[in-house]
């Protein structure tokens, strides 16, 4: 599989609704990070569909090298 894209070499803090449905990129491609546009389209890449299991916010991943999708673990401190 082809390295993704790093959007951003930062998380996002994201405000998310109990039992909604999102779809976080993981192409990084996305005008609309951290979540999917479409912008994968013809890659090898698709978005990650997650349900929220609360009202929270949440650290998402913009760097697509996270080891827990779509959250933060801090990989992004390790990318050139």
Known sequence: MSEPTVAAKNPVCVSVEAGKTYHWCRCGLSAGQPF??????????????????????????????????PFCDGAHKSLA
Request: glycine share 6%; hydrophobic share 30%.
């Open 36 to 69: 999917c546009d479409g912008a994968h389209r013809g890659s090898e890449f698709v978005p990650l569909a997650w349900k929220a299991e609360e009202s929270k916010d949440v650290w998402l991943c913009q760097c697509k090298h996270t080891k827990n999708p």
